[in-house]
């Protein structure tokens, strides 16, 4: 097991391997999830300091952060060889960010939304999926495909920026408590240190506990992996809905998909220097119930500019389901690619 090209442990195998695998796991999860915490609650703080409106708070800057365990864990695993895992925890992020925590938020709250704003939000959310998808068809994320990911990204953060600083005007100038400022920045870089060191433990613990198990790194990535590092997006979306601010959750969400779908996979084939492998599983199930999932979940309230409770339910019986089959898949009951 090696962490920062370090290796450890390297005289344990069997259920002892296991053991610690999983002990530096939830030690992983925790390191993330509380320096996603942090990094939330900082960034958060400074957003609503300066007058930005919550959707554009929840779609840019706490996006970033909730982000960030995706990114670090792609990229890393991409750089150990592990592209299924890669691909497996950006996508499968999305899909559990969207069918579960974004279930989860809408049977709480309906909420409503600006239409004429969400319309190219939501959208983007869409066509980033599609994209990616069409991009993926020979079996491989080619390297130029970042170019035309990435203007998607652009425009999805051009657009909030200016929203932002519209709004952010009409309030005048941020005003600081003394001596909060350099609180929440130590905080800040805190939560980053807890995200970067607990997306490195993820991933080494997640690839010796599947070579174990003989469980393949797609499995982990699309779900353990996924799941965890979606936790920041699961604590932002109780929150919000413990506050009644289902439109931080639902910009949360939509804005943290856009990054995980147009930024995370192009990097790591930017890094790598060549094309990214896609699965046939990934073009024939995982792909697609990602989008299906992106349509249900904001194509209503593009239309509308309203979230309805059955949204919600239909999202977590589709999370269930998808669950169900990825199960089914690798015990060979069910063949999906």
């Known amino acids: 097991m090696e962490f920062f090209g370090i290796s450890f442990f390297s005289g ?25 915490d942090w990094f939330v609650d900082s960034a958060t703080w400074f957003a609503e300091k300066t007058g930005i409106p919550k959707f554009v708070v929840g779609a840019t800057i706490v996006s970033f952060a909730t982000t960030l365990p995706e990114l670090l864990v792609s990229v890393r695993a991409a750089s150990q060889g592990s592209t299924q895992m890669a691909i497996g925890n950006a996508v499968g992020s ?27 939000k939501g959208g983007l959310f869409v066509a980033s999926g ?65 995200i970067v060191l607990g997306a490195e433990f993820l991933v080494g613990s997640g690839q010796t506990i599947a070579r174990s198990l003989g469980i393949s790194e797609g499995i982990i990535g699309f779900t353990v ?49 060549k094309p990214l492998p896609v699965a046939n599983v990934n073009l024939i199930f995982d792909f697609p119930i990602c989008i299906a999932a992106a349509v249900i979940g904001v194509v209503p309230a593009m239309i509308t500019g309203k979230f309805k409770k059955w949204q919600g339910t239909a999202l977590l019986a589709i999370y269930v389901g998808y669950i169900v089959c990825l199960v089914l898949n690798e015990t060979g009951v069910l063949s999906l690619g």
Request: net charge neutral; hydrophobic share 55%.
């Open 130 to 194: 599609v994209g990616l998808l069409l991009l993926s068809l020979n079996g491989s994320l080619p390297v130029w495909s970042a170019a035309i990911l990435w203007a998607i990204f652009l425009a999805f953060m051009i657009y909030n920026v200016f929203e932002g600083k519209k709004e952010a005007a009409l309030d005048g100038p941020a005003q600081f408590e003394e001596g909060s400022l350099g609180k929440n920045i130590v905080f800040f870089i805190l939560g980053a240190a807890g």
């Open 225 to 273: 992996i996924a799941l965890g590092t979606s936790l920041p997006e699961l604590v932002t979306t109780l929150t919000a809905i413990r506050k009644k601010e289902a439109s931080l959750s639902v910009g949360n969400i939509v804005g943290a998909n856009i990054i995980d779908l147009t930024l995370i996979l192009p990097l790591c084939t930017v890094i790598g220097g």
């Open 94 to 120: 999305v899909t559990a960010n969207t069918t579960l925590i974004m279930g989860i938020s809408l049977c709480a709250i309906a909420g409503t939304v600006e239409r004429k704003s969400f319309v190219l």
């Open 12 to 36: 344990l195998s069997g259920g002892a391997l296991i053991a610690v695998a999983l002990v530096i796991f939830v030690v992983g999860l925790v390191a993330t999830i509380k320096g996603g």
